[in-house]
């Protein structure tokens, strides 16, 4: 047995070390003209091929060093019907030479020729960094490969670059961020996530089969229904943390697609980048196209170590303020408290209430502007409202700073209202096809953004805004997605670029703002979780992920939302009951704990509250700011997923120094008398001992006030729920 306990403890060790293995180097080897890629616990390999094409040769747990990766060589078909060109897995495949497979880049050139075949032609390495240079067989038409391995996760960032040398404009039709490819297997099992409004990051879950699995957006915006995110387990495992799994992640916000595609040899070929449903880009003669960034990663370590992985990376490459975000401050927002009918008495009256209980930073929501009322009038008039706040803005934010606030403030920067003095100015700079309907959602339309004037308009008056107050925080939100996506401005073989030149006005926008404000933090909400992808978590700090602030229905979508992306960035608020959306009720109690899974905020309605309520705020607000570098920087243990009808819902945090532990076990409604199965925790240093702190009251029975890592792991623990909608949580520390 203590042989046995020892080969545990040796392997906990070696996974340790083995987790934490932090280098990267990219080679080429001349003789068998391979290059590999090595990072995290991740090597990648592709060769150039007897026909000078790249093609893949192995994406896994890292190899050493001798171990044979190649030559690569053509794989020569299956019959008459399956040519070697569609068979031999490649790196950037051009659609042409009988590829029946989604291409990476599709060309149309002006005398009608259609066939793209790329080969290589040469490459440079510079550090963690490959540049591989590929040319059509015939046309001056350039592609730059471009790799980055991450020295700590492995996560490989992959794009493209379109030169046209050629002497006439050609014209783009589809034109992916990479190609990954897995070797042929009937074992694949794919995760991806699926929405709608208040109702996203729903987990899907099913077995790869011969044909494709599509995942888009034909919105002009990230979407709701379906997230540029992908996860391949081989076989099925049905726990969170075994098992090799492929992930990535499109980090673009616009129109975007990835296929997922089991050829007729098994292979799997996963193809994403611009959507090329509408798409066309018109190449100049010396022009380049740049496509998003697509990342992907391995890991030996079942899903939930997929995405604890893309969690550290995110933290650490991807948030502007990595590789150290700072904790996300506690929340107040009036939203759901007043709506539309913000005032100068009525906002500052809660920003007393929300300091008392220990509120970081107090935000306006949307209304405060233009003749905005409700949502039928003022979207692109800046202004102060006067009737609602007769002094500007200033009082409010000297009244918030006064309470020990940070000040935030709500804008919707890329939309108009028909009913506003802004579009009455400038009926044509929306999206709109000349002559046609203009199909109105929320009651607005989307501002053109590819439009120099637009962008120019849109940074104006955010700068102004953010020059002349003291505000910490945006929260930048887009509450509609593309109808009617023309741009009449310019020549029609031009108009379908507007998917390109849009977004990349957004992130320049972005970009410059933080730049000249650069203590100013930006929440990223399209009507909840409709925007969000590693493209846009670039330039913002947070994210809004639903407009469902049900705690019972959070506990599934922020379950979803953490296979792609970090509770760091998850705002969560504690709103009223019952609840808006279910018509549900909760205690304060269990919202609390719901919501103090990702980053804590409150929009409840602080006027409805009696004093037992901010007693219980403030003792919960203590708490989370006592774990919430834990929740928002460590690692994530789904111990209980909420998934499919679960009756139990429990996840884990664990501290990068494995010094804190906390966990959040949630009930939704008691069965049979059956008990809560015990909770067995992951994560922890076996031979360190940690201290129990309950967060909420201390249950009856016999649990110990410490214990060693080894004992919460191993012998679990027993939670004393029964009822509907209970909740618990508690912390462990790290005794010295
Ligand atoms: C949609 C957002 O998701 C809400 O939180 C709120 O800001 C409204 N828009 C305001 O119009």
Same mark, same amino acid.
């Given at each position: 047995?203590?042989?046995?306990?020892l080969l545990v403890a040796a392997?906990?060790?070696?996974?340790?070390?083995?987790?934490?293995a932090q280098s990267a180097s990219?080679?080429?080897?001349?003789?068998?003209?391979?290059?590999?890629?090595?990072?995290?616990?991740?090597?990648?390999?592709?060769?150039?091929?007897?026909?000078?094409?790249?093609?893949?040769?192995?994406?896994?747990?890292?190899?050493?060093?001798?171990?044979?990766?190649?030559?690569?060589?053509?794989?020569?078909?299956?019959?008459?019907?399956?040519?070697?060109?569609?068979?031999?897995?490649?790196?950037?495949?051009?659609?042409?030479?009988?590829?029946?497979?989604?291409?990476?880049?599709?060309?149309?050139?002006?005398?009608?020729?259609?066939?793209? %075949? *790329?080969?290589? @032609?040469?490459?440079?390495?510079?550090? $963690?960094?490959?540049?591989?240079?590929? &040319?059509?067989?015939?046309? +001056?038409?350039?592609?730059?490969?471009?790799?980055?391995?991450?020295?700590?996760?492995?996560?490989?960032?992959?794009?493209?670059?379109?030169?046209?040398?050629?002497?006439?404009?050609?014209?783009?039709?589809?034109?992916?961020?990479?190609?990954?490819?897995?070797?042929?297997?009937?074992?694949?099992?794919?995760?991806?996530?699926?929405?709608?409004?208040?109702?996203?990051?729903?987990?899907?879950?099913?077995?790869?089969?011969?044909?494709?699995?599509?995942?888009?957006?034909?919105?002009?915006?990230?979407?709701?229904?379906?997230?540029?995110?992908?996860?391949?387990?081989?076989?099925?495992h049905h726990d969170q943390d075994?098992?090799?799994?492929?992930?990535?992640?499109?980090?673009?916000?616009?129109?975007?697609?990835?296929?997922?595609?089991?050829? %007729? *040899?098994?292979? @799997?070929?996963?193809?994403?980048?611009? $959507?090329?449903?509408?798409?066309?880009? &018109?190449?100049?003669?010396? +022009?380049?196209?740049?496509?998003?960034?697509?990342?992907?990663?391995?890991?030996?370590?079942?899903?939930?170590?997929?995405?604890?992985?893309?969690?550290?990376?995110?933290?650490?490459?991807?948030?502007?303020?990595?590789?150290?975000?700072?904790?996300?401050?506690?929340?107040?927002?009036?939203?759901?408290?007043?709506?539309?009918?913000?005032?100068?008495?009525?906002?500052?009256?809660?920003?007393?209430?929300?300091?008392?209980?220990?509120?970081?930073?107090?935000?306006?929501?949307?209304?405060?502007?233009?003749?905005?009322?409700?949502?039928?009038?003022?979207?692109?008039?800046?202004?102060?409202?006067?009737?609602?706040?007769?002094?500007?803005?200033?009082?409010?934010?000297?009244?918030?700073?006064?309470?020990?606030?940070?000040?935030?403030?709500? %804008?919707?920067?890329?939309?108009?209202?028909?009913?506003?003095?802004?579009?009455?100015?400038?009926?044509?700079?929306?999206?709109?096809?000349?002559?046609?309907?203009?199909?109105?959602?929320?009651?607005?339309?989307?501002?053109?953004?590819?439009?120099?004037?637009?962008?120019?308009?849109?940074?104006?008056?955010?700068?102004?805004?953010?020059?002349?107050?003291?505000?910490?925080?945006?929260?930048?939100?887009?509450?509609?997605?593309?109808?009617?996506?023309?741009?009449?401005?310019?020549?029609?073989?031009?108009?379908?670029?507007?998917?390109?030149?849009?977004?990349?006005?957004?992130?320049?926008?972005?970009?410059?703002?933080?730049?000249?404000?650069?203590?100013?933090?930006?929440?990223?909400?399209?009507?909840?979780?409709?925007?969000?992808?590693?493209?846009?978590?670039?330039?913002?700090?947070?994210?809004?992920?639903?407009?469902?602030?049900?705690?019972?229905?959070?506990?599934?979508?922020?379950?979803?939302?953490?296979?792609?992306?970090?509770?760091?960035?998850?705002?969560?608020?504690?709103?009223?009951?019952?609840?808006?959306?279910?018509?549900?009720?909760?205690?304060?109690?269990?919202?609390?704990?719901?919501?103090?899974?990702?980053?804590?905020?409150?929009?409840?309605?602080?006027?409805?509250?009696?004093?037992?309520?901010?007693?219980?705020?403030?003792?919960?607000?203590?708490?989370?700011?006592?774990?919430?570098?834990?929740?928002?920087?460590?690692?994530?243990?789904?111990?209980?997923?909420?998934?499919?009808?679960?009756?139990?819902?429990?996840?884990?945090?664990?501290?990068?120094?494995?010094?804190?532990?906390?966990?959040?076990?949630?009930?939704?409604?008691?069965?049979?008398?059956?008990?809560?199965?015990?909770?067995?925790?992951?994560?922890?240093?076996?031979?360190?001992?940690?201290?129990?702190?309950?967060?909420?009251?201390?249950?009856?029975?016999?649990?110990?006030?410490?214990?060693?890592?080894?004992?919460?792991?191993?012998?679990?623990?027993?939670?004393?729920?029964?009822?509907?909608?209970?909740?618990?949580?508690?912390?462990?520390?790290?005794?010295?």
């Open positions: 047995m203590r042989s046995v306990r392997a906990f060790v070696l996974m340790y070390t083995y987790t934490f990219v080679t080429f080897e001349a003789q068998t003209r391979v290059f590999r890629m090595e990072g995290g616990n991740v090597s990648y390999a592709f060769g150039i091929n007897d026909a000078n094409e790249l093609q893949p040769l192995y994406w896994g747990a890292r190899l050493s060093a001798g171990d044979p990766l190649g030559p690569a060589h053509r794989n020569q078909g299956h019959a008459s019907f399956d040519l070697p060109s569609g068979s031999t897995l490649q790196e950037f495949p051009g659609w042409g030479e009988g590829l029946y497979y989604e291409p990476a880049l599709k060309i149309t050139f002006p005398d009608g020729n259609r066939d793209l %075949v *790329l080969h290589y @032609v040469d490459h440079a390495i510079d550090g $963690n960094q490959l540049k591989v240079r590929l &040319k059509d067989i015939e046309r +001056e038409v350039y592609v730059e490969l471009q790799y980055q391995i991450d020295p700590k996760t492995g996560i490989l960032a992959r794009s493209a670059v379109i030169t046209n040398k050629t002497s006439a404009p050609l014209m783009i039709e589809e034109a992916a961020a990479a190609s990954w490819s897995l070797p042929n297997s009937k074992d694949y099992w794919l995760y991806y996530l699926t929405g709608r409004w208040a109702g996203e990051w729903n987990v899907q879950h099913e077995a790869i089969r011969p044909g494709a699995r599509v995942l888009e957006s034909r919105r002009g915006s990230t979407g709701h229904q379906n997230n540029p995110w992908f996860a391949i387990e081989r076989g099925d075994t098992g090799d799994v492929w992930f990535g992640a499109l980090a673009w916000s616009g129109s975007w697609r990835i296929t997922i595609q089991q050829d %007729v *040899l098994d292979q @799997v070929r996963i193809t994403g980048g611009y $959507n090329p449903f509408d798409f066309g880009y &018109k190449l100049a003669p010396g +022009e380049q196209l740049e496509t998003p960034v697509f990342y992907g990663g391995f890991t030996l370590h079942g899903i939930g170590g997929a995405s604890r992985l893309l969690h550290q990376f995110e933290l650490a490459r991807i948030l502007p303020q990595a590789p150290k975000p700072r904790p996300r401050p506690v929340l107040y927002n009036s939203w759901e408290a007043t709506t539309f009918n913000v005032t100068e008495q009525g906002q500052e009256a809660l920003a007393e209430k929300a300091a008392k209980i220990g509120v970081e930073r107090f935000v306006i929501d949307d209304g405060w502007f233009g003749q905005r009322k409700d949502d039928h009038a003022g979207l692109g008039d800046w202004y102060v409202n006067k009737q609602k706040f007769p002094n500007g803005l200033k009082p409010l934010i000297e009244k918030v700073h006064s309470l020990g606030m940070d000040f935030g403030i709500w %804008v919707e920067p890329e939309m108009v209202n028909p009913d506003s003095d802004l579009y009455r100015k400038h009926p044509d700079w929306v999206l709109n096809f000349a002559g046609r309907p203009r199909t109105e959602g929320r009651n607005q339309l989307v501002l053109n953004l590819a439009r120099q004037d637009v962008r120019d308009f849109i940074f104006g008056f955010l700068d102004k805004l953010l020059s002349e107050n003291d505000i910490a925080f945006l929260k930048w939100d887009d509450n509609r997605n593309w109808s009617e996506p023309g741009w009449p401005a310019v020549a029609p073989d031009e108009q379908k670029e507007v998917y390109v030149r849009y977004m990349q006005n957004l992130y320049s926008i972005l970009k410059e703002l933080r730049a000249k404000h650069p203590n100013v933090e930006i929440e990223d909400c399209s009507g909840g979780g409709g925007r969000v992808d590693l493209g846009i978590l670039h330039y913002t700090d947070e994210v809004w992920p639903s407009d469902n602030t049900d705690p019972f229905d959070r506990l599934s979508i922020q379950d979803g939302f953490t296979y792609a992306y970090t509770p760091g960035v998850m705002m969560a608020w504690v709103t009223d009951s019952p609840n808006w959306v279910n018509r549900r009720s909760t205690s304060l109690e269990y919202r609390f704990l719901s919501s103090m899974q990702g980053s804590l905020g409150v929009g409840a309605n602080l006027n409805l509250w009696n004093d037992e309520d901010f007693a219980t705020a403030k003792h919960m607000i203590e708490e989370y700011k006592q774990v919430r570098d834990t929740v928002q920087h460590g690692a994530l243990y789904r111990i209980i997923s909420p998934e499919n009808g679960s009756e139990e819902s429990v996840t884990e945090s664990v501290a990068d120094n494995h010094d804190q532990a906390v966990v959040f076990a949630f009930l939704h409604s008691s069965q049979m008398g059956h008990p809560f199965p015990r909770v067995f925790l992951r994560g922890l240093d076996r031979n360190a001992q940690y201290r129990l702190h309950w967060i909420t009251e201390r249950p009856e029975g016999h649990l110990p006030e410490s214990a060693s890592g080894a004992y919460w792991m191993d012998h679990g623990v027993d939670l004393d729920l029964r009822g509907d909608f209970q909740a618990t949580a508690f912390r462990l520390d790290r005794m010295q």
